[in-house]
Antibody, heavy 122, light 110 residues
Framework: EVQLLESGGGLVQPGGSLTLSCAAS????????MTWVRQAPGKGLEWVAA????????YYGDSVKGRFTISRDNSKNTVYVQMNSLRAEDTALYYC???????????????WGQGILVTVSS | QSVLTQPPSVSAAPGQKVNISCSGS????????VSWYQQLPGTAPKLLIY???KRPSGIPDRFSGSKSGTSVTLGIAGLQTGDEADYYC???????????FGGGTKLTVL
């Protein structure tokens, strides 16, 4: 059974930093791209970032480019997103998602974690 | 403003069929495969359709997908009250190299 467990969320001040982690199990982690998707309270889904199976390819949405960094450690079956210069509009539930593909650029999101809340507020 | 355009809401009676549209452009839907996701209230999204018209294991054949040019459609037949959810289309946007979603469609089963 595929399981994705996010951690590291919480309350952070504007301009601050936070790193989310996602521990994966139930599949061969190093064979699949991973993606972060977020959902602001009462809003729709927003694609945030993706990373290829090897970690060589990384992709970012316009709203987070230059502020967020996605990475992975295949030896630990874990994907991360480091979030810097956080803004109030980054407040959202962040989902860790497994992709069906290896590349990170096909965006077929077949398994989702339960999400973790990040609140940016003073 | 989402790159992919969906109607905010649709409704139909139990047992009926409903179609949810998603329109884009040549840089996204026109040249890439599209997926559909179902988000039941208070839960994480779930993959319903991928590569425009394929169903993952466990998804009933009441759910179908089609594509024509720069638009896709999700069809849900034999509507049940348990189908009430938000539905999102998603694909890859080639010009910026990132994933994109539609704004979502809330389905009400009257």
């Amino acid at each position: 059974e595929v399981q994705l467990l996010e951690s590291g969320g919480g309350l952070v001040q504007p301009g601050g930093s936070l790193t989310l982690s996602c521990a994966a199990s139930g599949f061969t982690f190093s064979n699949y791209a991973m993606t972060w998707v977020r959902q602001a309270p009462g809003k729709g889904l927003e694609w945030v970032a993706a990373i290829s199976d090897s970690g060589v390819g990384t992709y970012y949405g316009d709203s987070v480019k230059g502020r967020f960094t996605i990475s992975r450690d295949n030896s630990k079956n874990t994907v991360y997103v480091q979030m810097n210069s956080l803004r109030a509009e980054d407040t959202a539930l962040y989902y860790c998602v497994k992709d069906r593909c290896r590349s990170g650029s096909c965006s077929v999101l077949d398994y989702w974690g339960q999400g973790i809340l990040v609140t940016v507020s003073s | 403003q989402s790159v992919l355009t969906q109607p905010p809401s649709v409704s139909a009676a139990p047992g009926q069929k409903v179609n949810i549209s998603c329109s884009g452009s040549s840089s996204n839907i026109g040249n890439n495969n599209v997926s559909w996701y179902q988000q039941l209230p208070g839960t994480a999204p779930k993959l319903l359709i991928y590569e425009n018209n394929k169903r993952p294991s466990g998804i009933p054949d009441r759910f179908s997908g089609s594509k024509s040019g720069t638009s896709v459609t999700l069809g849900i037949a034999g509507l049940q009250t348990g189908d009430e959810a938000d539905y999102y289309c998603g694909t890859w946007e080639s010009t910026v190299g990132a994933g994109v979603f539609g704004g979502g469609t809330k389905l009400t089963v009257l």
